[in-house]
């Protein structure tokens, strides 16, 4: 089976600019889960989607946001960017059997810079 | 909030040596995972425990977890120079659908 893919893997973009980040889950997971990694905060819970919708969501402002497919790919958007928002962005998949997250595959993440 | 915190923040031994980091959480649990980062790429699932055991092992890899202390430890026995990395300790306080992660121990491993 593929692994975790995320799209694009480098990206530079400036304040004030949106940007779009993409994962694929690996096939028949249905639970996909956005992680932000930084120096200072370690890493940081986004928000979690299982069959289209968001199950849970972190102490992000309402500029991160994200979607689920019905083939359980997601994005994630940030609009308005931000300098601190500068991170590496780590997509993970879970089969989440009965709902319940366990063993999550992180793709290998979207290193951002915002100048 | 950070659920797991390890503890040391940083260890570097030498290949063959054994190394041992700590993690404490605050809530309850349903299980508790370590992660494995090498530097600046995605996490790889090493060993998930669950609240109703108390060690368990895969290879060189040991973890205990003291639901009464609220605290886990890994042991990685006779290290290699790949095992270089950070480690990561991650629970999903109480059930809930996400995983809290610590800030990790940076791990070095001195040929």
């Known amino acids: 089976k593929a692994g975790v893919t995320q799209t694009p893997r480098y990206l530079i973009k400036t304040r004030g600019q949106q940007v779009t980040l993409s994962c694929s889950p690996i096939?028949?997971?249905?639970?996909v889960s956005w992680y932000q990694q930084t120096p200072g905060q370690g890493l940081q819970f986004l928000f979690e989607?299982?069959?289209?919708?968001?199950?849970n969501k972190g102490n992000f402002p309402g500029r991160f946001s994200g979607r689920q497919f019905s083939n359980s790919r997601s994005e994630m958007n940030v609009s308005t960017l931000e300098l601190g928002d500068s991170a590496l962005y780590l997509c993970?998949?879970?089969?989440?059997?009965?709902?319940?997250?366990?063993?999550?595959?992180f793709g290998p993440g979207t290193r951002l810079l915002v100048l | 909030s950070q659920q797991g915190e390890e503890d040391p923040q940083a260890l570097s031994i030498q290949e063959g040596e054994n190394a041992t980091m700590n993690c404490s959480y605050k809530?309850?649990?349903?299980?508790l995972q370590w992660y494995r980062q090498n530097s600046g790429r995605g996490l790889v699932h090493l060993i998930l425990?669950?609240?109703?055991?108390r060690e368990k092992h895969s290879g060189r890899l040991r973890v205990t977890l003291d639901t009464s202390k609220k605290s886990s430890s890994l042991l990685i026995t006779a290290s290699r120079a790949a095992d270089t990395a950070s480690y990561f300790c991650?629970?999903?306080?109480?059930?809930?659908?996400?995983?809290?992660f610590g800030k990790g121990t940076k791990l070095t491993v001195n040929p």
């Open positions: 991650a629970t999903d306080q109480g059930g809930s659908e996400k995983l809290v």
């Open positions: 993970a998949s879970s089969l989440a059997i009965g709902g319940n997250i366990e063993t999550q595959y």
């Open positions: 096939s028949g997971h249905r639970s």
């Open positions: 989607y299982f069959s289209e919708t968001q199950r």
């Open positions: 425990i669950r609240s109703n055991e």
């Open positions: 809530t309850s649990i349903n299980n």
